[in-house]
């Protein structure tokens, strides 16, 4: 049983920081892809950022230059450091990880998500 256990998260007004993490426990010894996905009121699920294990980041356009993904591969730990944020920022956070086989996805997790809310 792998289980994503996010923290963080919560209000901050317009223009303020906050950092989400998240860790994978359980029967698992690694992981390979980690992301951040958000999930607006009235809208779909989109993707925030990725990271590859070796390191590689991508984003979304819209929060390229504010967020900035990290992890600790030894923790298998996520994190995501939200700055300037928006309102158009408000969603559901929800964290993601697979595990590769010869570069195939043969495993997906996912977090029970946390609120984020920036208020104008």
């Known amino acids: 049983q792998v289980q994503l256990l996010e923290s963080g998260g919560g209000l901050v007004q317009a223009g303020g920081s906050l950092g989400l993490s998240c860790a994978a426990k359980?029967?698992?010894?690694?992981?390979?892809?980690m992301a951040w996905y958000r999930r607006a009121p009235g809208k779909q699920r989109e993707l925030v950022a990725s990271?590859?294990?070796?390191?590689?980041?991508n984003y979304a356009d819209s929060v390229k230059g504010r967020f900035t993904i990290s992890r600790d591969n030894a923790k298998n730990t996520v994190y995501l450091q939200m700055n300037s944020l928006k309102p158009e920022d408000t969603a559901v956070y929800y964290c993601?990880?697979?595990?590769?086989?010869?570069?195939?996805?043969?495993?997906?997790?996912w977090g029970q998500g946390t609120q984020v809310t920036v208020s104008s």
């Open positions: 359980g029967s698992i010894s690694r992981v390979d892809n």
């Open positions: 993601a990880a697979d595990r590769l086989r010869n570069g195939i996805k043969v495993s997906d997790y």
């Open positions: 990271i590859t294990r070796g390191g590689n980041t």
